[in-house]
C-alpha cells in the first residue's frame, strides 16, 4: 500500500494544508492499491509564491547552465526507468511495451530540451531593432493520466529552458508516478521554488492555478471541456495560455493502400495507449470499393489483439484508467449500437476471461456515417469506426469535418499522393505510412484541439514573449 503525503514546494517534501485523501487503484484488478493527501488551493497559493521568489534569479540563469539543469533532470528521471515503468503499469495499465516507452518518454523530453535549448538565439536583429525573447514568469503546468509522467517533464523541460519557474498540478489519479518523478527531479538539485509540485483536484488546485494573478502562462493537456474553461479563467490576467486538447484523429486509407500494411497500422493507431490517447486514429476511413476487403481483414486482424492483463506481453491493450473511463466507454458503445451502426469486432462489456478489471473488448463498428455520436465525440478507449467514402475528395471532407484538429494518418502506395492529402487537411500533425514521433516536430492541434505548440523550438518559444529594444 502506498501513502503520498507530501507535495514539493519551495525544494522540500512538505505536508499539504489540503487535507483530503484520495484513493489509487489498480485498474487492472480494481484493487486499491495506495491513497494521496491531496492539496487545495492554499497549497497552490504557496507554490505560486514560491515559484515566484524563484523567478527573478531563474529567469538571468545563463543558457549554458539551465542546459546543464535539464541535463541533470534527464539523467536523474532516466535512473528512476524502472521504477516509473513499475508504477505506470500498475497505476495506469499500460502494457508493458506501451510502460516502457513511456517511461523512457518521461527523461527524453528533458534531453530533448536540452537540445534545443542549446541551439537557440535569444536575440535577434528586427530591422533597426534589438530583439530578444524573455521568459514570460511563472508558469502553471497542468497534466491528464494519460501520460502523466511524460507531460510532466515534457512541459516543465520547456518552461526551465525558457527560464520560467513552474507549478505543475498532476493528474491526482497518478500520484505514484508524479512521486516518483518527484524525487527524480528532486535530486537534480535544482534552486528551490524553481518547480514545484501540488497534486490536487482540478477544480480547487487547478482553478486556483488557473486564476492566480501571479501566473503569467498556463499550460494544459486534457479534455476540451476543462480547456475551454481554463482559457476563461486565465482571460481574466491575459494569460498566456497553450491548450492540448482532445481529438477525433481520421486515419485515411486510400484506394491503392496495400491493406496488408494499412490494417495493421489503422487498428496501432486506434488501439494505442490502450485507446486513451488524444491523438488516437479513431475514424478509419476506407474507401467504398474496398471497403468488404478491408473490414475482413480488420475482423482477422482484431482477433488476434489482447486485451487484457497489462504485465503479460501479448497485451496490446490494457483496462482502463478508472471505473468511470471504463462506464464512459461502454455508454459509447451502447450509443454505437443504437445508432445503427454495425459490430465488426468487440462490443458491450469484458473481454473474455476477464472478471474483473477495466478492460474493454477491441470494439469496431462499420457501417458509421460521420453525423453518428461515436464517429463526432472523443470515447478515449479502444472503439473504432469505419467509415466509407465515395472518393478522395469526399474523404478528405470527412476527415475535415470534425470539430477537432489534433493529428491525421494517411496509407496510401504512392508517398506524393498521400502527401497532396496530408496538405488539405485541418489537423496539426499529419502521418504518412508510420506511426513515428518527431520530437524536433511542433505538437499540437487545429480548431478545438487546442491553442499553440509544445516541442521542439515552437514548444520553448511558448514560454517566451519577444521585447523589441530600438535604441538611437
Ligand atoms: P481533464 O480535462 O478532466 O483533466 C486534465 C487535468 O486538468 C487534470 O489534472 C485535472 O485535475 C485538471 N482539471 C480538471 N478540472 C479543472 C479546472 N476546472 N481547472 C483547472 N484544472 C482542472 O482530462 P483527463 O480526463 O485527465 O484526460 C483526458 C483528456 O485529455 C482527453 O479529452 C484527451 O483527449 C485529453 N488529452 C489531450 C492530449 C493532447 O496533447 N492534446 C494528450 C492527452 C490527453
Redesign the pocket.
Same mark, same amino acid.
Given at each position: 500500500m502506498q501513502v503520498i503525503d507530501t507535495i514539493y514546494i519551495d525544494g522540500a517534501f512538505v505536508t499539504p494544508h489540503g487535507s483530503e485523501r484520495f484513493e489509487l487503484f489498480n485498474p487492472a484488478t480494481e484493487q486499491v492499491i495506495g491513497h494521496v493527501r491531496l492539496a487545495d488551493a492554499e497549497d497552490a497559493r504557496a507554490a505560486v509564491a514560491a515559484a515566484k521568489r524563484a523567478f527573478p534569479a531563474f529567469s538571468r540563469t545563463p543558457q549554458h547552465e539551465r542546459v546543464a539543469m535539464l541535463r541533470r533532470l534527464h539523467a536523474a528521471v532516466a535512473a528512476r526507468e524502472d521504477a516509473l515503468f513499475d508504477a505506470i503499469v500498475e497505476e495506469y495499465g499500460a502494457p508493458v511495451s506501451r510502460g516502457r516507452w513511456m517511461a523512457q518518454h518521461a527523461s527524453n523530453v528533458l534531453r530533448d530540451a536540452a537540445d534545443v535549448l542549446e541551439q537557440y538565439t535569444f536575440t535577434r536583429r528586427a530591422g533597426t531593432a534589438q530583439v530578444t525573447m524573455q521568459p514570460l514568469g511563472v508558469a502553471g503546468l497542468?497534466?491528464?493520466?494519460?501520460?502523466n509522467a511524460g507531460?510532466i517533464c515534457g512541459k516543465l523541460a520547456a518552461a526551465l529552458a525558457a527560464g520560467c519557474t513552474a507549478v505543475i498540478?498532476?493528474?491526482?489519479?497518478s500520484a505514484i508516478q508524479t512521486r516518483i518523478v518527484t524525487e527524480a527531479l528532486h535530486e537534480a538539485g535544482l534552486p528551490p521554488g524553481v518547480f514545484n509540485i501540488v497534486t490536487g483536484?482540478?477544480?480547487t488546485?487547478?482553478?486556483a492555478? #488557473?486564476a492566480h494573478p501571479d501566473v503569467a502562462k498556463l499550460s494544459?493537456?486534457?479534455?476540451?471541456?476543462? +480547456?475551454k #474553461?481554463?482559457l476563461r479563467?486565465g482571460a481574466e490576467t491575459l494569460k498566456r495560455v497553450t491548450l492540448?486538447? +482532445?481529438?477525433k484523429s481520421p486515419t485515411i486509407v486510400l484506394d491503392d493502400a496495400d491493406f496488408d500494411l494499412a490494417v495493421p497500422l489503422a487498428l496501432q493507431a486506434g488501439f494505442m495507449n490502450s485507446g486513451?490517447?488524444?491523438?488516437a486514429g479513431t475514424r478509419i476511413l476506407v474507401p467504398q470499393a474496398r471497403l468488404a476487403e478491408f473490414e475482413a481483414k480488420i475482423v482477422e486482424a482484431v482477433a488476434g489483439i489482447q486485451s487484457g492483463d497489462p504485465r503479460d506481453p501479448r497485451t496490446s491493450i490494457g483496462p482502463m484508467v478508472s471505473r468511470k473511463?471504463w462506464e464512459r466507454v461502454q455508454r459509447y458503445i451502447r450509443v454505437g449500437i443504437d445508432e445503427g451502426a454495425r459490430l465488426l469486432a468487440g462490443g458491450e462489456g469484458r473481454p473474455d476471461g476477464a472478471p474483473t478489471g477495466w478492460f474493454v473488448r477491441p470494439t469496431v463498428f462499420s457501417g458509421v456515417t460521420n453525423a453518428m455520436t461515436i464517429a463526432r465525440e472523443?470515447i478515449?478507449g479502444p472503439v473504432l469506426a469505419i467509415i466509407a467514402y465515395r472518393d478522395t475528395d469526399h474523404a478528405i471532407e470527412i476527415a475535415n469535418d470534425t470539430p477537432y484538429g489534433?493529428q491525421a494518418y494517411v496509407c496510401s502506395a504512392d508517398t506524393a499522393r498521400a502527401n497532396a492529402v496530408a496538405a488539405r487537411i485541418e489537423a496539426g500533425r499529419v502521418l504518412v505510412n508510420t506511426l513515428a514521433h518527431e520530437p524536433a516536430a511542433p505538437?499540437?492541434?487545429f480548431k478545438q484541439?487546442?491553442i499553440g505548440r509544445?516541442y521542439g523550438v515552437a514548444g520553448l518559444e511558448a514560454f517566451l514573449e519577444a521585447k523589441a529594444v530600438i535604441a538611437a
Open positions: 497542468i497534466t491528464p493520466w494519460n501520460s507531460f498540478k498532476p493528474s491526482e489519479m483536484r482540478g477544480d488546485v487547478g482553478a492555478i #488557473s494544459f493537456t486534457g479534455s476540451t471541456a476543462v +480547456g #474553461s481554463i479563467t492540448e486538447l +482532445g481529438g486513451q490517447a488524444c491523438i473511463q472523443e478515449f489534433l505538437f499540437g492541434g484541439s487546442g509544445e
